[in-house]
């Protein structure tokens, strides 16, 4: 689904998550619920915050395997790749530790190319076992 590039965007990317989730038999106060939300949440503020093109929208994808669960944000800024790293980064301690939330649930996470347009697809996954 497409998002507007918005705090409001970001929200409402968390909510269809939460109860996409809900509705595929993980119950909002769930383990595999709270934690592919709390993971959307930041994934989508980074796609607004640092992602954010005008007039442009962010996607996200949720994907139901057979022993995972995946969620894909999708920006279109080409230029602005995430950093792979466990380190705390320097200064604010208000932002910036989005990533090291994310490292920190998912199973595995990583950054890849947009396909088929300019821009880039931030991915997580949860292992449901």
Do not use: Q
């Not at 915050?49 to 669960?69: E, N, Q």
């Not at 990533?99 to 649930?105: C, E, M, R, S």
Request: overall charge positive.
């Amino acid at each position: 689904m497409a998002f507007t590039s918005s705090p409001r965007g970001a929200r409402l990317a968390r909510r269809l998550v939460a109860h996409r989730l809900d509705a595929w038999g993980h119950p909002y106060s769930g383990r595999v619920n709270e934690t592919l939300t709390l993971i959307t949440a930041e994934l989508a503020a980074n796609a607004v915050r640092h992602g954010h093109v005008a007039g442009r929208d962010f996607h996200v994808r949720l994907i139901h395997g057979t022993t995972t669960v995946r969620v894909e944000v999708t920006d279109t800024r080409t230029e602005r790749v995430p950093v792979l790293s466990d380190l705390e980064p320097p200064g604010n301690p208000e932002s910036g530790r989005g990533l090291l939330i994310v490292a920190g649930l998912a199973t595995r996470w990583a950054v890849a190319p947009r396909e088929g347009a300019p821009g880039k697809t931030v991915w997580a996954e949860l292992d449901l076992a």
